[in-house]
């Protein structure tokens, strides 16, 4: 069975940054972040493709999250800088069995158990 | 960005009736749509993709169809396991996901 496991998150101020992991156990093409927050309910993040270990950003993060992988054991990390207030919510790396590359279109049919980051002053 | 939009916000239905969710996307995503099963704490659940394939063990009665714009989501025989937040995804494009609906009991 896919099972994937996150680790990290917390409480930051404003300006502040969090890392969270993702330990997945199956080989995929690549690990998608997607957060849920208060504000904007379900958002796709990012995603990093493992064949040319491209990163792709929503708006709302670019230039303010990175992405990184440790091929040994499996795992990604998405580096999250300058929190904001509204980057508030529980964030989940998903595994996507479909993705098209030229559009970013993608579902997800396994997902983390969640991260929870709070930025608060 | 392509915007999703489900009605209604929140959908109370009796046991072992039929509940029917909707959501419509601001422009044509063909078949491109997956829905998800959300209960409190947990993380969603692929219920169905490219409009109407159930995903492995969703049970027959959720039920998906539709296309371009208009899409439903229907739940035959409503379960007192099924009351959970349902969510609709497009991926014609990057994806985006509609705000869910509410599913309780009557």
């Known amino acids: 069975q896919v099972q994937m496991v996150q680790s990290g998150g917390g409480v930051v101020r404003p300006g502040g940054s969090l890392r969270l992991s993702c330990a997945a156990s199956f080989s995929s093409l690549g690990i998608h972040w997607v957060r849920q927050t208060p504000a904007r309910g379900l958002e796709w993040v990012a995603v990093i493709l493992f064949d040319d270990n491209r990163e792709l950003f929503a708006d709302s993060v670019q230039g303010r999250f990175t992405l990184s992988r440790d091929k040994s054991n499996n795992t990604v990390f998405l580096q999250m800088n300058s929190l904001r207030l509204e980057d508030t919510g529980v964030y989940y790396c998903a595994r996507a069995p479909y993705y098209d590359a030229l559009t970013g279109g993608a579902y997800f049919d396994d997902w983390g158990q969640g991260s929870r980051v709070a930025v608060s002053s | 960005e392509i915007v999703m939009t489900q009605s209604p916000a929140t959908l109370s239905v009796s046991l072992g009736e039929t509940a029917t969710l909707s959501c419509r996307a601001s422009?044509?995503?063909?078949?491109?749509l997956a829905w998800y099963q959300q209960k409190p704490g947990q993380a969603p659940r692929l219920l169905i993709s490219?409009?109407?394939t159930r995903a492995t063990g969703v049970p027959a009665r959720f039920w998906g169809s539709g296309s371009e714009t208009e899409f439903t989501l229907t739940i035959n025989n409503l379960q007192s396991e099924d009351v959970a937040v349902y969510f609709c995804q497009q991926y014609f494009h990057r994806p985006s996901f509609g705000q869910g609906t509410k599913v309780d009991i009557k």
């Open positions: 490219a409009a109407s």
């Open positions: 422009q044509s995503i063909t078949r491109t």
